[in-house]
Each structure stands twice: as C-alpha cells, then as structure tokens.
C-alpha cells in the first residue's frame, strides 16, 4: 500500500531565507506527483505536476523535483517571504492505487518578517 | 471558470441528523472525487466518478455515507445518520487530462461539517 510522508511536519524561517520541504513516498510506482498549498479553512491550490518521466518542474520562485527510484520529491522554494506560510501537501497517483491521489499529511510553513 | 463549487460552506448539525454535502465540479472535467480531511488522519479518498459512474467507493468508512453523481455538472455526497466522528472538512476536486492518471487536481474549498 502505497504512503507518503512529509517531514518536517512544521517549519518555521526567517523571510529571504531559501528552504526545502521534502515528500517520500514507498512504493515507486508512480504516474506523477503533485505538490499543492493550503490556507487555513481554503481548499488546495496545485503548484506544481511532475510527471513521473520528468525530473523537475519550476514556477516562479518553486522549484520541484522528483525521484522516483528512490521514492523522493522536494520543493524548493527561494527568497521566502511570509505570503508563503501555508500547509504545503505532497501526493501521488500511483500505479496500484489507480487514479486518485494519495496525500501526505503535509508540512506546515511559517515565514516571518 | 468558477473552479470547484462546493456547498455549503459550513454545516452544524446534531448527531442522527441527515446530511447533503453538494459539489460542481469544473466544466468539461471527466473525473470527480470526494476527500475528507481530518486532524489526525489528514486527507482521505473517500470515492471518486469517472463519467458520472462511480469507480471506487473502498473508502466510504460506512454504510451511512452514500454518494451519487446524477450527471457532469453536480454530485452530492450524503450522510444519513451522522455522528460526531463525522465531523471533517469534506473536499470535492475534479481532473480531465490527456490520459486518465496525467491531469492536474482542482479542489473546490471544502464544507467543514459538525456533527454535535
């Protein structure tokens, strides 16, 4: 049964630093990987899709990218500022699972100025 | 587009009380889904439609929730009786994309439900 794990679970930077959120999941077989943000009491917003033949994919100031044979993705995000404090979620569609996401319980991003 | 279009909002309601959670998902998208979204156990599939028709219904946690699809624009998921536990924010997203396993997901902003 496929999982996924973000650590850490909260996280808390000063604005302008760089940072990294990290996502693993058990089972490789993957289609794609999505990366979505959260505001408290809001639904998620997609920030990024990579798909599972892709490496990286980059939106402005995010930067994700994938490996698959080691069941690992990250998001980069550079020049934090605290419009980014959110809960960042990590899912996949995996290959057992068929077409619905499987969500990590996310990390929580706190960006001060 | 309007995006996912989810109803209501907000619910309170007393433990036994029936309940209708409604969702429009984005126009011309194929698939439909209903996760629920807890403290302790994050975001869970709940079911999820392909064409209107229900695909996977595994994670229905029980006979009291029933979800139904009746055509492209409108879904409805029910609870009938609730209980306490039930209480979550419940999220409808929808999907279309060049192959089944390939498309982005869109979420509307959830109805946070109270069963009291």
């Known amino acids: 049964k496929q999982e996924v794990t973000q650590i850490p679970a909260a996280l808390s930077v000063p604005e302008g630093e760089n940072l990294v959120l990290n996502c693993s999941f058990t089972?490789?077989?993957?289609?794609?990987l999505q990366w979505f943000r959260q505001d408290p009491g809001k639904g998620l917003t997609s920030l990024l899709l990579?798909?599972?033949?892709?490496r990286e994919q980059t939106s402005g100031r995010l930067n994700a990218s994938l490996d698959k044979s080691s069941g690992r993705s990250t998001l980069y995000i550079a020049a934090s500022q605290p419009g980014d404090s959110a809960t960042y979620l990590c899912?996949?569609?995996?290959?057992?699972?068929?077409?619905?996401?499987?969500f990590g319980k996310g990390t929580t991003l706190s960006v001060s100025s | 587009d309007a995006g996912v279009i989810q109803s209501p909002r907000h619910e309170v309601t007393e433990m036994g009380q029936e309940v209708t959670l409604r969702c429009k998902p984005i126009?011309?998208?194929?698939?439909l889904f209903w996760y629920r979204q807890t403290m302790m156990r994050g975001l869970e599939l709940l079911i999820y439609?392909?064409?209107?028709?229900?695909?996977?219904d595994s994670g229905m946690p029980e006979d009291r929730f029933s979800a139904k699809m009746p055509n492209a624009s409108f879904s409805t998921l029910k609870i009938q009786p609730s209980e306490p536990r039930d209480s979550a924010v419940y999220f409808c997203?929808?999907?279309?994309?060049?192959?089944?396993?390939?498309?982005?997901?869109?979420f509307g902003e959830g109805s946070r439900l109270t069963v009291l």
């Open positions: 439609f392909n064409n209107n028709v229900p695909i996977d």
């Open positions: 990579i798909q599972s033949s892709q």
């Open positions: 126009s011309g998208h194929d698939y």
């Open positions: 899912a996949v569609v995996s290959v057992q699972a068929g077409t619905a996401l499987i």
């Open positions: 997203a929808s999907r279309s994309g060049p192959t089944v396993n390939t498309g982005e997901l869109f």
């Open positions: 089972d490789s077989a993957i289609y794609n």
